[in-house]
């Protein structure tokens, strides 16, 4: 399957952004779906997953303020992100596994090319 990411952009913070992945080329309602960051200088971190079925986790530090979501007419995973702040600022990517349902990211099969989002103070 491949995947694209898009939404990124440059921010203030407290304002809202929405990131966009579009899946093609496989069975998209069969993955496990998550969205991961890395900012610069620092290690590749979880941030949201869903299962095939909608339930959803989240790290720490974006419970409550991020939402994940999945249209599997439409072969898309969201991460609607809320009162950013400038510790979101990163690299985001989406990832798809086909068995694991994880918030290790060396689980996953298929990464998107990430989309960067910046917040400003």
């Known amino acids: 399957v491949q995947l694209q990411a898009s939404g990124g952009g440059l921010v203030q913070a407290g304002v809202s952004l929405r990131l966009s992945c579009a899946a093609s080329?496989?069975?998209?309602?069969?993955?496990?779906m998550g969205w991961f960051r890395q900012a610069p200088g620092k290690e590749r971190e979880f941030v949201a997953r869903i299962s095939r079925s909608g339930s959803s986790y989240y790290a720490d530090s974006v419970k409550g303020r991020f939402t994940i979501s999945r249209d599997n007419g439409k072969n898309t995973v969201v991460l609607q992100m809320d009162s950013l702040k400038p510790e979101d600022t990163a690299i985001y990517y989406c990832?798809?596994?086909?068995?694991?349902?994880?918030?290790?990211?060396?689980?996953?099969?298929?990464w998107g090319q990430g989309t960067l989002v910046t917040v400003s103070s």
């Open positions: 990832a798809a596994s086909r068995y694991t349902f994880s918030d290790d990211g060396t689980l996953y099969d298929y």
């Open positions: 080329g496989g069975s998209f309602s069969t993955y496990f």
